[in-house]
């Protein structure tokens, strides 16, 4: 750790490489950092640089991302493959120059090339700057609660089948607590994770939500938990039985334990998957892990929490609703109130005609997805080194749509089946410098419908509206929250519902936005923003560094 000119600096080295890790009774070769699963925790404060060494010790390209960091007018380190950076390759290195600006709370680092953030990701805790403080009492401990999922096939293997067939991506053999399946599963038992604390103790968990595939239920058997917290950007505490979080989230919680005296000694900690879409491959086997007190002793198995159905979207859909900004003199809810660019961007789940077919999707055709109904095709190289040398129109169109191409009732049932093809695209979407954007993610029915966690590199934003059904240009505006909205950079889009969200374009660099449920942005369903350079010191992206990996 460094420190000088206001900033501290801080480094951690991340070692890239295949590892065998045994679950469900079978081991195999999984790609993790520095060997463990799930990686490394890095600990920093508001305001500070954290530089990360990444060494590619394994077989296959990678990139890493810093989700939630918005990275301000520093693109080059963001981190997803072909949009930012071409891949570290085999034997190659990359050093990551991580800028923490407003971001105070639980964020967390992922791989972002292929699927390979199923084992690769961890937990960034970003502590309150120097001088300053939590707006609650100091907890005695902070513990990482890392939500994910477990494949018995090699994850590279899958993800190659199902794109040569176009089939649909099969769902996970368990979900998982800090890497371990649980109590639940057949030899999982010894490994599962296990937290100790005090009785009469506050203790904070930072809880991610880094499956591929599932939203989560999480409960703790016995004790409720007050969310201070979501996507690094403090709330207005609430109590709550359960927390729902989806894939790309990130809650901070606080948990009280109970008071000295009390004879139970063990709770599970317990995460149930959420399906919203019936047709949808899902793994609804509960993960668990054991809550245990110091020098309490009591026998019997840990009592087991209540948690909504699998098909509960009602209590999803509640427990989004009570998320609402801090909105103190210390950490104001800043919301924009004029709109330069209003844009609807509809989220579908597609087909493409399978020209080798046929394939093993709908009707004999391949799985898409789109937005705008434009499937997003991914470049040979990345889209910001094109665009810093004024080349942009060599790997892209600068065409994505403000609205649908062609209006429907998004959200009816039983949709005429033309409206599921697709075509592929690579459009994106440039903004000026300054430029305040409403966005309105709106879900359809097309293949059935679906939930989206829509994710946006870059730019946070407050997420001021949602709803049931199509937006309403007329009527839903006027019951917008523009007070106090959760300041977000991913939001929940119910499934054949909406969400508004607002920010203003002030980063400038080359920003993507994507489905973070990732067979989804797989399919396509991602674009990307480009923030044009502004005017004024300080409003341009800085130059790139000179050891960018290459193509």
Known sequence: MQEGNGLTQRSYDFFIKESNK??????????????????????????????????????TNITLHWHGVNQPRSPWWDGPAYITQCPIQPGNNFTHRIVLSEEEGTLWWHAHSSMDRATVHGAIIIRPSHGTTYPFRKPRKEIPIILGEWWKEDIRKLIAHVLSTGSDFPPSDANTINGQPGDMFTCSSNGTFRLPIEPGETYMLHIINAALTNGFFFAIAGHRLTVVSSDASYTKPFTADHIFIDPGQTMTVLLKARGRGHSKARYYMAARALT??????????????????IHVSSSGHP?????????DSSAAAAYTARLRSLASKEHPADVPRNIDKRMIVTLAVNEIVCKEGPCKGPHGNRFAASLNNISFEMPRTDILGAYYRSAIGSVAKTDFPDNPPSPFNFTADNLPPELALTARGTAVKVLAYGTVVEVVFQGTTILGGDSHPMHLHGLSFHAVGRGIGNFDRRQDPAKYNLVDPPYQNTVSVPTNGWVAIRFRAVNPGVWFMHCHLERHMVWGMETVFIVKNGKGRGEKVVPPPSNMPRC
């Open 303 to 311: 009592d087991f929490p209540t948690l909504p159905a699998n098909n």
């Open 22 to 59: 045994t679950r469900l009774c079978h081991e195999k070769t999984i790609l993790t950092v520095n060997g463990q699963f799930p990686g490394p925790t890095i600990y920093a404060r508001r305001g500070d640089v954290v530089l990360v060494n990444v060494y590619n010790q394994g077989h």
């Open 276 to 293: 919203t879409n019936a047709g949808a491959p899902l793994d609804n086997r509960i993960a668990t892990a054991v809550l245990e007190y």
